[in-house]
T-cell receptor, first 114, second 114 residues
Framework: AQSVTQLGSHVSVSEGALVLLRCNYS??????LFWYVQYPNQGLQLLLK??????LVKGINGFEAEFKKSETSFHLTKPSAHMSDAAEYFC????????????FGKGTKLTVNP | DGGITQSPKYLFRKEGQNVTLSCEQN?????MYWYRQDPGQGLRLIYY???????QKGDIAEGYSVSREKKESFPLTVTSAQKNPTAFYLC?????????????FGPGTRLTVT
């Protein structure tokens, strides 16, 4: 079975500062990993995904994430926060070759201060 | 424009009434999913369907029912047996047969039952 832990339900940064949102996963088989963003009262939008190959994955809006198998982590980063990055972020895992069910973390709400 | 449509955006019902939430996609995706989102709990899978005329229970299926008579449509009925139906409901779809395991989400329906 898969599971996801997002450390920190709320993260606050200043505009222009580094954004780091943490995600650790548990999976008995190689995983596919995803980060999604959700703005208030909207659906989820895919930011980036890791399937196979390069472990550093670049996504939309300047975000990137690195798959570290030894640490079972997939942390999301952005070098310089913008006010428009304020949203809730969800990490999700799926087992390779398994069912299509995604398992989501509980989310991290990012606040960007001017 | 391809995408997922959920209607209505807001829905109000009295206790004891069944209510059906609509989900339509024109992405030609084979798989469709229903999630429930409550504050601080992330997304929880209610039902999913990988092909027409077939669907499986997710983690919290009790009090819900679905049908998948057409590829484009996956309506969710919240029955009076659901103890706490007030929540934000999200529909998603994916195309795993083409190696695309990420899910694409609709805008959501916020259901309030009083």
């Amino acid at each position: 079975a898969q599971s996801v832990t997002q450390l920190g339900s709320h993260v606050s940064v200043s505009e222009g500062a580094l954004v780091l949102l943490r995600c650790n996963y548990s999976s008995s088989v190689p995983p596919y990993l995803f980060w999604y963003v959700q703005y208030p009262n909207q659906g989820l939008q895919l930011l980036l995904k890791y399937t196979t190959g390069a472990t550093l994955v670049k996504g939309i809006n300047g975000f990137e994430a690195e798959f570290k198998k030894s640490e079972t982590s997939f942390h999301l980063t952005k070098p310089s926060a913008h006010m428009s990055d304020a949203a809730e972020y969800f990490c999700a895992v799926k087992a390779q070759g398994g069912s299509e069910k995604l398992v989501f973390g509980k989310g991290t709400k990012l606040t960007v201060n001017p | 424009d391809g995408g997922i449509t959920q209607s209505p955006k807001y829905l109000f019902r009295k206790e004891g009434q069944n209510v059906t939430l609509s989900c339509e996609q024109n992405l030609n995706h084979d798989a469709m999913y229903w999630y429930r989102q409550d504050p601080g709990q992330g997304l929880r899978l209610i039902y999913y369907s990988q092909i027409v005329n077939d669907f499986q229970k997710g983690d919290i299926a009790e009090g819900y029912s679905v049908s998948r008579e057409k590829k484009e449509s996956f309506p969710l009925t919240v029955t009076s047996a659901q103890k706490n139906p007030t929540a934000f409901y999200l529909c998603a779809s994916s195309m795993p047969g083409q190696g695309l395991h990420e899910q694409y989400f609709g805008p959501g329906t916020r259901l309030t039952v009083t």
